[in-house]
């Protein structure tokens, strides 16, 4: 709920803002919303793209065209990604955090963010190629799995724990 001035109310970490300390804006929900989905979502293309809709030419295997826009529209919105995860730490995770809700969904989803963050920079710039195709296998597994693990974040049943009390510094004297 915005104040007189039409603004954001802002919070401390571990007090609540309406709704709960984790609640946000519905235009900034749906962004972040959107930059993952399509994260994933050119991230499954790719695969379908590379693996399923190659074509043989005279010379061997050969790539559908749409290949490499699919990949260069997923690295994209991988930095987008890059920008949401730190838009997500310093707005949702440090206001969620004292309440101790779904935190270990939390931990899992952003561990996940992680690593698919390090294998996709991994994928771009590693030369070995075992270590290329190793490394692949656990980008796409854990990129395919994101969707079932931020569901399991959203969904998750709320504990009932009490928020452990935030320490305040005084208040400067006038």
């Known amino acids: 709920m915005r104040d007189d001035l039409g603004r954001w109310p802002v919070t401390v970490p571990g007090e609540s803002a309406p709704g709960g300390p984790a609640?946000?804006?519905?235009?900034?929900?749906?962004?972040?919303?959107?930059?993952?989905?399509?994260?994933?979502?050119?991230?499954?293309?790719?695969?379908?793209?590379?693996y399923f809709l190659g074509t043989e030419g005279p010379f061997g295997a050969r790539p559908h065209p749409l290949e490499p826009w699919w990949l260069a529209l997923h690295g994209a919105l991988a930095f987008a990604s890059l920008w949401t995860l730190g838009l997500v730490w310093g707005v949702h995770v440090v206001?969620?955090?004292?309440t101790r809700r779904k935190r270990w969904s939390g931990i899992l989803l952003l561990a996940g963010a992680g690593l698919l963050v390090g294998s996709g920079y991994l994928l771009y710039y590693a030369g070995d190629d075992a270590l290329r195709t190793d490394v692949a296998l656990v980008h796409w597994i854990l990129g395919l799995a994101c969707p079932a693990l931020f569901l399991a974040h959203r969904f998750a049943r709320r504990a009932a724990v009490e928020p452990r009390p935030v320490a305040r510094l005084a208040e400067p004297a006038r």
């Open 95 to 98: 206001h969620a955090w004292p």
């Open 23 to 50: 609640a946000w804006p519905r235009g900034r929900r749906l962004g972040v919303y959107a930059v993952a989905a399509g994260l994933w979502l050119s991230g499954v293309a790719w695969l379908v793209f590379h």
